[in-house]
Each structure stands twice: as structure tokens, then as C-alpha cells.
């Protein structure tokens, strides 16, 4: 049964402390999207991936966070130092080419306090 | 900029009662339309594609049409088990990345 998996589902951290969440996407899936969901906001494109490359990463914070594929198995995105206002739902989605649909894992919901 | 906007944001029928959900969209240059189904705690399923206008897409109680400036997904007699939050999203033909809507929250009470 293919699906992309997140880890972890669930986080608490303290305001300042590095918060790193990991993404499997679907195998032999060349795409990787990033995206926050959030009640005011709806759901927000940070950053996506194409054979590993960064595409698009306008809808994130520089300053403060990072998302990188280490290898195809594997996507990561970190947030230095997390503030309360990062508190939301990150989700990852992958998929195969342009037109075609994505698949979004479970998520991570994030609480910083 | 590419824009999506759902109304109703929220959507209560009673069961068995039809209706239709709108999303109306600018895009550069349309290569797909998404519906998504999200359930509360989970992450969006993915419903249907649509690609050109006057294009359907059929599954079970619900049906995706096109158009030039919008998409409705119709609700044909639905059942509690429809309730859910829908999204939709645009894809342009400049890259993947999908641009969603803010969603229609619909319950559907027994």
C-alpha cells in the first residue's frame, strides 16, 4: 500500500528549539511538496522538491527554516529557532509529473509553546 | 498570481439532500484541477483531476465538472460518511506545485 509517511505526528517544543520533521515519499515519485495548514490560512505551499532539486522554496522563511532531500527516500524540514507563530499542521505530498495528483501523508502537527 | 476561492466556507444538508460546492479559479494557464477530501486529524485524499472544460469526473455519490473560470462538485444524495472538509486546487502549467482553496466544510446530519 503506497503513502507517504511523516514524522513525527506530533510535536511539542519550546520556543527556540530546533524542530525537525522527516517525509517518505511515495516510491519512484520525482516531486516532493511541503506544505503548513493552518485555520486563518488554509493550506500554504513552503517548498517543493523535483528529482531532488529545490524548485520553489518562496513560501518559507529563510531566516529560519531549511528543506532538504537528503537522497529520494527522504525529505526533511527544519525550523531554527521555532517561534509560537510555526504552530500548525506541516504536511508533505509527493507525486510523478506535472498533471497528475499528489499525495499527501498524514502530517505533523507542531506546537510551540 | 494563481488564486482559488471555495464558497460556501461551510455547508450543513440534511441527509439525502443534494447540492453542488463551487470553486472559482484565476490561473496562468490551467494544466489540472484537483478536488481533495480532508477528514478531521488526517491529511487530504485525493478525489478527482480535471483537466479541460466541460470535462465530469464521476465517483460514487459525487460529480467534478469544469469550466473555464470554475469547478463545482456536485453531492448527490449524500450520506453522513460525506462529511468532511473539500478542497480544491489549481496547477499551472508553469510548474507542480498546487495553489489550494480555502475549503467547504460540509456536514451532513442524519
Known amino acids: 500500500d503506497a503513502r507517504v509517511t511523516q514524522t513525527p505526528r506530533h510535536k511539542v517544543t519550546e520556543m527556540g528549539q530546533e524542530v525537525t520533521m522527516r517525509c517518505q515519499p511515495i516510491l519512484g515519485h520525482n516531486t516532493v511538496f511541503w506544505y503548513r495548514q493552518t485555520m486563518m490560512q488554509g493550506l500554504e505551499l513552503l517548498a517543493y522538491f523535483r528529482n531532488r532539486a529545490p524548485l520553489d522554496d518562496s513560501g518559507m522563511p529563510k531566516d529560519r527554516f531549511s528543506a532538504e ?6 525529505a526533511t524540514l527544519k525550523i531554527q529557532p521555532s517561534e509560537p507563530r510555526d504552530s500548525a499542521v506541516y504536511f508533505c505530498a509527493s507525486g510523478f509529473k506535472q498533471g497528475t495528483e499528489a499525495f499527501f501523508g ?3 502537527r507542531l506546537t510551540v509553546v | 498570481e494563481d488564486q482559488v476561492t471555495q464558497s460556501p466556507e461551510a455547508l450543513r444538508l440534511q441527509e439525502g439532500e443534494s447540492s453542488s460546492l463551487n470553486c472559482s479559479y484565476t490561473v496562468s494557464g490551467l494544466r489540472g484541477l484537483f478536488w481533495y477530501r480532508q477528514d478531521p486529524g488526517k491529511g487530504p485524499e485525493f478525489l478527482f483531476t480535471l483537466y479541460s472544460a466541460g470535462e465530469e469526473k464521476e465517483k460514487e455519490r459525487l460529480k467534478a465538472t469544469l469550466t473555464k473560470k470554475e469547478s463545482f462538485l456536485h453531492i448527490t444524495a449524500p ?6 472538509t ?7 502549467n508553469a510548474g507542480n506545485m498546487l495553489t489550494f482553496g480555502g475549503g467547504t466544510r460540509l456536514m451532513v446530519k442524519p
Open chain 1, 69 to 74: 532531500m537528503p537522497d529520494a527516500t527522504l
Open chain 2, 86 to 92: 473539500y478542497l480544491c486546487a489549481v496547477q499551472n
Open chain 1, 106 to 108: 498524514q502530517g505533523t
Open chain 2, 79 to 84: 450520506k453522513p460518511e460525506d462529511s468532511a
